[in-house]
Each structure stands twice: as structure tokens, then as C-alpha cells.
């Protein structure tokens, strides 16, 4: 089991930055992919980023150049480092685990299916004004 607990979602002007943080329960979070989804109303659940456990990284089109995944083991967080943010970019942003097994069979695919992802946080909410 993994708990995942999202923060540091808030509002900014276009152009601003954000640092989502995901903290994770468990010992064996180090074996896990986590990833980075978001969902906007009326719109479906969209892969932003994720990274394995051997910290390669995965983005979805519209954030690369943009976005930065990372994670540090040693504090069972997940990272997400948001540039030059756009209208665009505002949604409910959620952490995600996918165990090691799935994510060795999917990785990179896996971004494009959350259906694949084995826990979910509650969501941190990014707001970008023009």
C-alpha cells in the first residue's frame, strides 16, 4: 500500500512558476514509478510526467521544455517543477504510483493510460491567469 499526499498547488499569473510536492507512505516507495496527471473540468485525466525507479523520465507533449519531474527517495517525495506556466496548464494536478512490474512492462506508455496506476493522491489545484 501507498499513501500519497499532494501540496504546494496554488494561483500564479502566465509565465510563473509552481513546485508540486508529493509525499509517499511506504517502504518500498523507491521500487515504484510516480507520476505526474492532471484533469481540467470537462476534460479527461491528461499524463503530464513520471519517472521510474531508475530516475528516467517520461513528459507529456504539452509541458516539455517546460516541466521537471524528480523524486528523492531518501524522503519519499515526488517532485514536479513548473516554467513558464500558461492558462492552459490550469487543473487539478495528481500524484500517482504505478508498481515496478507494470511500470518495466509500460514505461514510457504508461503516461498515456492512468488506468495502469496502482494509487492516487487527492489532487493539489494550479490556477494560471493571463
Known amino acids: 500500500q501507498v499513501q500519497l499526499v499532494e501540496s504546494g498547488g496554488g494561483s500564479v499569473q502566465a509565465g510563473g512558476s509552481l513546485r508540486l510536492s508529493c509525499a509517499a507512505s511506504?517502504?518500498?516507495?523507491?521500487?515504484?514509478?510516480m507520476g505526474w496527471f492532471r484533469q481540467a473540468p470537462g476534460k479527461e485525466r491528461e499524463g503530464v510526467a513520471h519517472?521510474?525507479?531508475?530516475?528516467?523520465?517520461s513528459y507529456g507533449d504539452s509541458v516539455k521544455g517546460r516541466f521537471t519531474i524528480s523524486r528523492d527517495n531518501a524522503k519519499n517525495t515526488l517532485y514536479l517543477q513548473m516554467d513558464s506556466l500558461k492558462p492552459e496548464d490550469t487543473a487539478m494536478y495528481y500524484c500517482?504510483?504505478?508498481?515496478?512490474?507494470?511500470?518495466?512492462?509500460?514505461?514510457?506508455?504508461?503516461?498515456?493510460?492512468?488506468?495502469?496506476?496502482?494509487?492516487w493522491g487527492k489532487g493539489t489545484q494550479v490556477t494560471v491567469s493571463s
Open positions: 500517482a504510483a504505478l508498481s515496478g512490474f507494470l511500470c518495466s512492462r509500460y514505461f514510457p506508455a504508461a503516461l498515456t493510460n492512468p488506468n495502469l496506476w496502482n494509487y
Open positions: 519517472i521510474d525507479s531508475a530516475r528516467s523520465t
Open positions: 511506504g517502504s518500498t516507495y523507491s521500487r515504484y514509478c
